[in-house]
C-alpha cells in the first residue's frame, strides 16, 4: 500500500514526506517548546494526576499530529531504554482463549475476590483504557478473538513507587504483556490484577474510536491488518475461511486423494478458458505464463499412475475486477481415475452438504442477503438449501423452454450455420455478446441470461455442446454434447467438472479448433500443448476431473456480497505516491496492487 502522506518535505524528527507548510508549522511548533523547555520548570503549586487530562489531549489531535507526538515518546523510549519499547521477548503462559476458558468458569473466582498464590503472564493488545484516580486503571487486552480485562492498582504494583510512571506510557492500540493474579471485578468481570505490565511494541498511530470502529470500506481492504484488529467479524470471517479449507483437504485425503504442488509458471497457458499474465524468465530469456489453471498437469500425474491428485492453491487471470472476480484467486482441483461426471456430481453435493454441516452445527440451509444489507429493515435475503440431491438443468433442454425455440442438432453446434442463428436469437433477445461472437461466447451468454438466475440453491447444469468444452469427453449418448456439469449457488458458478477426454486423437482436434478460435481475436482461447497430448498417447485412464472456486464458495457460506471481504489482500487501484526529493528514494507502494 502506498504511504497516504503526499508531501515532499522530509521531517527530520519522523521522517515522514510532508508538506513545506505543514514542516514550517512543525518547526515553529518545536521552537516554541524548546524556548519554554530553556526557562525552566515552573513552580509546582501541588502534584496531581495530570495522566487522564494528557490522554483526553491526544485523542483531540489529529492523526499527523498525535502520530508526532508518539513518535518522539517512543524515540525518547528508545534512547533512555526506560524501559526499551521494543523487547526481544515477552513469556506467556497461557493464551487469552486459555485464560478465559480455565478462569472464567462460573464460581471459580467469586466476585470481588482474586486467586491468591497463581499467577499467570498474558499478552495482547489494548483497546480501551479507563482510568479511577492515579492508583486505578482499567485496560482491555484483546488478542485471539478474545478479551480480558486488567485491573491495575497501585497496591498490587511490584514497584508502587514508579506504578503512574509505568502507565503513563500505553496507549490504545498498543501491545503489552502483563503479570498478575486472575481475578474477578465486583461487579463479575473476569479480570488479572498485573504485579508487573510491559510495554512491547507500541502503536503510533491513533487507533480509531472504539466506538465507531473502523467502517470505511476502502481502508478495511487496504490496511486489513487495522481491520482485523477493530473488526471481529472481520476475523471470525477468515477463520471460516480456514475451515473450509482444512474441511476440503480432509474431505479429499479421507478418500484417498494425494496432494501435489504443480508450476506457477509455464511456457502455455492452458487448462482453462481465460486471458492469462505475462511474466519474463531473465535466465532463459523467455516470456511465461502465469498459470490460469492447473488442469494439464495433474491429469499428466494420472497418467504417471498416480490415480486420485488434487492441488489446492492460486490461479492468475488477467481479466476484470468485480464484486465476484478476483484477478488472483484459490482454487482447488482434483482428478480422479476410473470415474466420470456422475461419479462427481455426487462428491460435490456430498462435500458441500457435509461442510454447511460443519459450519451450522447439522443445519443444511443457510440465509444469503444478495444486496449486502444484512441487519437493515426490508433487506432481501435468499435461504439456500443443501440437502441433496440438487437440481439439475439441462442446457440445450432449459434453453429451448425459456425462448420457445428448437435449437440445432448437437452434432451441428460447431457450424457456421448455428454462429448465423445464435447471432439472429441473442439479437432478437437483446442478449449482448462482444465480438467475437463465436458459438461458445454466445451459447455462454445466453446461459448467463436465462439458466443462472434460476440456480438459487445450489444446482447443476449439465449437458454443454462440445464446442464449449475443450477438454471434456463426448456424451457416451448426445452427439455434439459432451460429459461436463457446472455448480451454480446465488446465480454464480462455483466448480466446473466432466468426465476428461482421454482421446489424444481427439484432443489434439480440440486444441486445433481453439487456435482457429484464438485466431479469430478470442484471447481466452487454449494453444496445443504438445508435451500433454504425448502424456495422453502413453495412456489416461478414464478419468473424472472436477475444481471449484474457494473464494467464491466462501462469499456464499458467509453471506457475503464482495470478493474483496473474503480475501486478506485483494487488489486494489494503487494509492498516488509523492515524487522523491533529489538525493532521496522514491517513495514505493506495497506489494499490494
Known amino acids: 500500500m502506498a504511504t497516504e502522506t503526499t508531501g515532499t518535505h522530509k521531517d527530520p524528527v519522523t521522517g515522514e514526506l510532508i508538506s513545506k507548510q505543514e514542516l514550517k508549522r512543525r518547526e515553529k511548533q518545536r521552537a516554541k517548546e524548546a524556548a519554554k523547555a ?37 524515540l525518547n523510549l528508545k534512547q533512555t531504554q526506560s524501559p526499551n519499547p521494543y523487547p526481544h521477548k515477552f513469556h506467556v503462559t497461557r493464551s487469552l482463549q486459555s485464560y478465559v476458558t480455565t478462569y472464567g468458569v462460573e464460581g471459580k473466582i467469586p466476585p470481588g475476590s482474586k486467586l491468591d498464590g497463581t499467577t499467570e503472564s498474558l499478552a495482547g493488545r489494548i483497546h480501551n483504557i479507563r482510568a479511577s484516580g492515579a492508583k486505578l486503571k482499567f485496560y482491555d487486552l484483546h488478542g485471539e478473538g478474545f478479551k480480558v480485562q486488567i485491573m491495575a492498582t497501585q497496591q498490587d504494583a511490584a514497584d508502587p513507587d514508579n506504578f503512574v510512571a509505568t502507565h503513563d506510557i500505553f496507549r490504545r492500540g498498543d501491545i503489552v504483556g502483563v503479570t498478575g493474579t486472575p481475578s474477578r471485578t465486583k461487579k463479575g468481570e473476569l479480570s488479572i490484577s498485573p504485579s508487573s505490565i510491559q510495554l512491547l511494541s507500541p502503536n503510533l498511530h491513533q487507533l480509531p474510536s472504539s466506538h465507531f470502529g473502523l467502517k470505511d470500506q476502502e481502508t478495511r481492504y487496504r490496511k486489513r491488518y487495522l481491520d482485523l484488529i477493530l473488526n471481529e467479524n472481520s476475523r471470525k470471517l477468515f477463520v471460516t475461511r480456514s475451515k473450509i479449507v482444512n474441511y476440503v483437504r480432509r474431505f479429499l485425503d479421507n478418500l484417498g486423494f494425494m496432494e501435489v504442488e504443480t508450476p506457477m509458471t509455464s511456457l502455455l497457458a492452458g487448462g482453462a478458458t481465460a486471458k ?18 492447473p488442469e494439464l498437469y495433474l491429469k499428466q500425474l494420472v497418467v504417471g499412475g498416480l490415480d486420485r491428485v488434487y492441488e489446492i492453491g492460486r490461479v ?28 462427481l456430481m455426487d462428491i460435490t453435493e456430498a462435500m458441500v452438504e ?18 449486502g444489507n444484512k441487519g437493515q429493515e426490508g433487506a432481501r435475503q435468499l435461504e439456500l438449501e443443501f440437502q441433496r440431491p440438487w437440481k439439475r438443468y439441462d442446457m440445450i433442454g432449459t434453453l429451448e423452454e425459456k425462448l420457445g425455440v428448437k435449437f440445432p442438432p448437437g452434432d451441428t453446434l460447431h457450424t457456421e450455420e448455428t454462429n448465423q442463428w445464435l447471432r439472429e436469437l441473442c439479437a432478437k433477445h437483446n442478449v449482448e455478446c462482444s465480438e467475437p461472437r463465436t458459438n461458445a461466447r454466445m451459447l455462454d451468454k445466453l446461459v448467463g441470461e436465462y439458466i443462472e438466475p434460476l440456480c438459487i440453491s445450489p444446482a447443476f447444469i449439465v449437458g454443454h455442446p462440445q464446442v464449449m468444452s475443450p477438454l471434456a469427453k463426448w456424451h457416451r ?20 467438472a466432466y468426465t476428461e477426454l482421454n ?11 481453439q487456435v482457429r478460435q484464438k485466431e479469430q481475436g478470442d484471447d481466452e482461447a487454449q494453444g496445443i500443448d504438445e508435451t500433454f497430448i504425448d502424456a495422453l498417447e502413453h495412456g489416461l485412464p478414464p478419468t473424472g476431473g472436477w475444481g471449484i472456486g474457494i473464494d467464491r464458495l466462501v462469499m456464499f457460506l458467509t453471506d457475503s456480497t464482495n470478493i474483496k471481504e473474503v480475501l486478506l489482500f485483494p487488489a486494489m487501484k494503487p494509492l498516488e505516491v509523492a515524487l522523491p526529493q533529489p538525493g532521496h528514494a522514491p517513495l514505493a507502494p506495497s506489494g499490494q496492487i
Do not use: W
Not at 58 to 63: D, F, G, K, S
Open 354 to 371: 457435509g461442510m454447511v454441516k460443519s459450519l451450522t452445527g447439522g443445519s443444511t440451509k443457510l440465509i444469503y442477503h444478495p444486496d
Open 503 to 513: 482421446d489424444p486423437f481427439e484432443q489434439r482436434l480440440r486444441f486445433e479448433e
Open 38 to 74: 530553556a526557562k525552566g520548570p515552573a513552580p509546582q503549586a501541588k502534584p496531581k494526576d495530570d495522566s487522564k487530562t494528557a490522554a483526553t489531549n491526544e485523542e483531540e489531535l489529529n492523526p499527523n499530529q498525535y502520530y508526532e507526538l508518539r513518535s518522539r515518546q517512543i
Open 276 to 293: 492469462p499474465f505475462i511474466t519474463h524468465h531473465n535466465d532463459l530469456n523467455l516470456d511465461l505464463y502465469l498459470r490460469i489453471a
Open 477 to 496: 449418448s448426445r452427439p455434439g454434447l459432451c460429459e461436463r456439469f457446472e455448480g451454480f449457488l446465488c446465480g454464480k458458478e462455483i466448480c466446473n
Open 316 to 343: 492468475f487471470r488477467n481479466e476484470g475486477i468485480d464484486l465476484t472476480h478476483n484477478p488472483e484467486f484459490t482454487i482447488c482441483e482434483f482428478y480422479m481415475a476410473y470415474a466420470d461426471m456422475e461419479d
